[in-house]
């Protein structure tokens, strides 16, 4: 097979001015912080992007002062359709802004900038959106003719997707009139703050978003705040049990949005083409730091060589490397800390007698790189089929009936999302029914859109984000 | 009055469709709320509980299988069944909680009004809870609301009857299985709601009542791996929030105690159908 040699293309960062320095962002201020400054690092090459304050037990304190004065005096009372229009113009200046928050994302996070770009950032701006006309409409959310705000939010987000979490957690929230406290991951906090200077340029008042970057006891000091009215975590299962054990005994209300282990189902009658493009986007988007992940394959056994044939074909087509190049299919791994977790769950996968797969190919000398990975001969006792891996590594099964299929996929702690493949309209909808998950992509994988709620069953968390059932997160009726 | 002596009951368990008394063999004494003596109950044990998890489980794949309209017209059968009994639940109502027997009456009433209000829930949840998204591309999309699972209920203290009943109709409205600890102190009229539903074509394993100490048999609910959910309604407060962290480990959905037992017979909306469904959205591209 000939092999196309692209001529890099890569996006300039000239459009984005990483400052050499960032504060908190309190009450509508860059402010110093009293914890220790943490460097964000470029995970493609390593360099120091720039150096970040982290909020202590008093910054987070003075954030949620910030944020109940704002709820009480300006928020709170404000028209509904005046909340509205702040996040109609913060959706706005997403768009304007799109490209240098697509171009920080890359830098700060390692993923592609196609999916930064074309991903990350309209989606953002589309929660963004969707949300402003909720604010003015509430009544008709289905919680009763008066629906009240919470009060303050504390919301720690995750590293994989900073700025579209941030918009996940922030625009209901704030649609639905309460303010927010948000905790950026410690490896992904710069759109954050790009984030922060956009609610200025919006006017938004002071204290309704408030910015507290730093690591996990920044997180602990926002969730475990007696002032926090509610917590909303996405995150690992490990931190989001712990948090749901600090908030016991509260009247905080919790929602949650953990990991998971997502069986993507290949039936036999499935066109393999279409299929193999949803397993690559199912595993390998965003390198596979994605909750919903679709990493485990579970092909009907009768086509399980034709299929993983298909699929190591097209994965060595996968370009790895240079993020900002706008080729680039896969690009680095986000920290050396997440590169270990995948490079030890993956030896396991082989010692306990998985047969592994790699494409060819170099990866770059510097920067934090793991190339697509699939395991066949995986059984369901293996750790590579039970641990979330978060990374671009996909462990295949068969499956000879639907049952032993729909058996397999639930078969885990997880219930997060699925996927499945099939031209029959009634299996799709038979399995669908009995797939013990949030989200079910049928002949598709890894869609979202603020219009559907999205969540957890079983201990990938409660709770939903997007839509109008993601709005009782937010609100309190009397329905 | 005749001088026939009357035949007394054996208050047991139910517990995946049968009656069996507690496996260690266990009773504790049950007094009206004067201190006399009315029965001995069975004291639900720790393996109690894990049979009954393991019985709500096996009967969670029919029930949440089945139509809406099927659930509708079980849990309809339920308050059939209950009205001709409602003479001998007044009494249990009225013994064990020491309220006059018209007020039992009005309790017992309210209780049957209630399994008929939540019968009528089953077949409207999808259209009230669920929604069609208007996705930006070419997919349709839908979200229903589908039961958590197994739900392990702690059943009011206070009211017998009438709270047991609006804890457990909105769990199995929805679709879950449910294990139930009764009230402590009074937990006759819950037995008899047993046999109720054992006549109603409620399938076995759907409802497991365990008579005993929720103080004693909550935690180990609480840490179950098998339940999915818990309903802290009978919990006191500091055991309440024991049982909501010790629930954290498996990321168990809590539904909290108000600090006062409520008044049951305000309407409940859906505030306890709510933290007892999921919502899966399922999307499907469209194309020629």
């Known amino acids: 097979m000939s092999i196309f040699e692209y001529a890099p293309a890569p996006e300039s960062r000239s459009i984005v001015d990483v400052r050499p320095n960032y504060g908190l962002f309190i009450d509508g201020e860059f402010t110093d912080g009293t914890g220790a400054p ?29 944020a109940r004065r704002a709820f009480t005096r300006v928020w709170g009372p404000m028209r509904p359709a005046d909340r509205g229009k702040y996040l109609f113009r913060i959706a706005r200046l997403l768009q304007e802004r799109a490209r240098e928050f697509a171009v920080l994302e890359t830098l700060d996070n390692g993923k592609p900038i196609r999916e930064s770009r074309d991903v990350d950032v309209p989606l953002a701006a589309a929660h963004f959106f969707y949300h402003a ?7 008709h959310a289905g919680l009763g003719p008066a629906p009240r705000p919470l009060g303050v939010a504390g919301q720690v987000i995750p590293w994989n997707f900073p700025l579209l979490m941030l918009a996940w957690k922030v625009a209901p929230a704030l649609a639905a009139g309460n303010t927010v406290v948000l905790k950026p991951a410690e490896t992904t906090p710069l759109t954050a703050l790009l984030f922060a200077e956009v609610c200025r340029q919006a006017d938004l008042p002071p204290g309704v978003v408030n910015i507290v970057p730093g690591a996990g006891e920044t997180g602990r000091a926002v969730i475990s705040h007696p002032d926090v009215d509610k917590v909303a975590f996405t995150g690992s299962t490990e931190v989001g049990r712990s948090i749901a054990r600090a908030v016991a005994g509260t009247s905080k209300r919790l929602t949650l949005e953990l990991g998971g282990k997502a069986a993507n189902i290949v039936f036999d009658d499935a066109p393999v083409d279409q299929a193999v493009e949803g397993i690559v986007r199912g595993i390998f988007f965003n390198q596979g730091h994605v909750c919903c992940a679709g990493s485990r394959l579970l092909v009907q056994e009768s086509v399980h060589d034709d299929v993983v044939a298909a699929l190591q074909r097209r994965i060595g087509t996968l370009r790895v490397g240079d993020p900002m190049d706008k080729n680039t299919d896969l690009g680095a791994i986000n920290s050396a800390e997440q590169l270990a977790r995948i490079r030890e769950l993956t030896a396991f996968g082989e010692t306990e007698g998985a047969t592994c797969w790699q494409p060819e190919g170099e990866l770059p000398g510097r920067g934090w790189w793991f190339k697509p990975t699939v395991f066949t001969d995986v059984s369901p006792a293996h750790r590579i089929a039970r ?32 996927g499945i493949w099939s031209e029959k309209g009634s299996r799709i909808l038979s399995v669908t029914s009995k797939l013990r998950a949030g989200v079910v992509w ?38 | ?79 059939e069944v209950m009205e001709g009994r409602a003479a001998q639940f007044a009494e249990e109502v009225a013994a064990g909680e020491g309220i006059s027997s018209s007020r039992a009456r009005a309790e017992v009433d309210a209780a049957i009004d209630r399994w008929v209000w939540y019968a009528g829930w089953t077949d409207k949840l999808a259209a009230v809870l669920g929604s069609t998204n208007p996705v930006a591309g070419p997919y349709f999309g839908f979200s229903l609301p589908e039961p958590t699972g197994v739900v392990a209920v702690l059943a009011p203290q206070r009211s017998s009857l009438l709270g047991l009943v609006s804890v457990l ?120």
């Open chain 1, 442 to 479: 049928a002949n598709t994988f890894n869609e979202f859109d603020p219009t559907s709620p999205f969540g957890g069953y079983k201990q990938s968390g409660y709770g939903r984000e997007g839509g109008r059932q993601g709005l009782a997160a937010y609100l309190q009726g009397d329905n």
């Open chain 1, 38 to 66: 943490l460097k964000t690092v470029n995970p493609a090459t390593e360099e120091v992007l720039s150096e970040v304050a982290t909020g202590s037990d008093e910054d987070v304190d003075r954030a949620v002062r910030a």
């Open chain 1, 133 to 139: 006309g909720w604010a003015d409409k509430l009544e």
């Open chain 2, 169 to 288: 109709g909105p769990v199995l409205a929805g679709g879950n299985t449910a294990v139930v600890v009764t009230s402590t102190a009074r937990p006759l009229p819950a037995v008899t709601l047993g046999e109720v539903l054992a006549t109603s074509d409620v399938p076995g394993g759907v409802v497991n009542l365990l008579t005993g100490d929720a103080a004693e048999i909550g935690p180990w609910l609480a840490e179950h791996a098998d339940v999915d959910a818990i309903d802290l309604a009978g919990a006191p407060a500091p055991l309440a929030m024991e049982l909501e962290r010790s629930a954290a480990g498996t990321v168990k959905r809590v539904l909290r105690a108000p600090a006062e037992e409520p008044d049951w017979t305000a309407d409940p909306g859906l505030s306890r159908l709510r933290p007892f469904l999921e919502t899966k959205s399922v999307w499907h591209p469209i194309g020629v």
């Open chain 2, 1 to 79: 009055m005749s001088d026939r002596l009357t035949v007394r009951k054996t208050y047991k368990l139910y517990l995946g469709g049968a009656f069996p008394r507690s496996e260690s063999g266990r009773t504790y004494e049950v007094t009206d709320a004067k201190g006399h003596f009315l029965a001995n109950a069975a004291r639900a044990s720790r393996k109690d509980a894990r049979d009954a998890v393991v019985a709500a489980r096996g009967a969670f794949g029919k029930w949440s299988g089945a139509t809406a309209y099927n659930r509708g017209q079980v849990l309809y059968r339920v308050a």
């Open chain 1, 387 to 418: 641990d979330e891996v978060f990374g671009p590594v996909l462990s295949v099964m068969t499956f000879r009936t639907p049952d032993e299929a729909v058996a397999k996929a639930n078969n885990t702690t997880y219930g997060l999302s699925a």
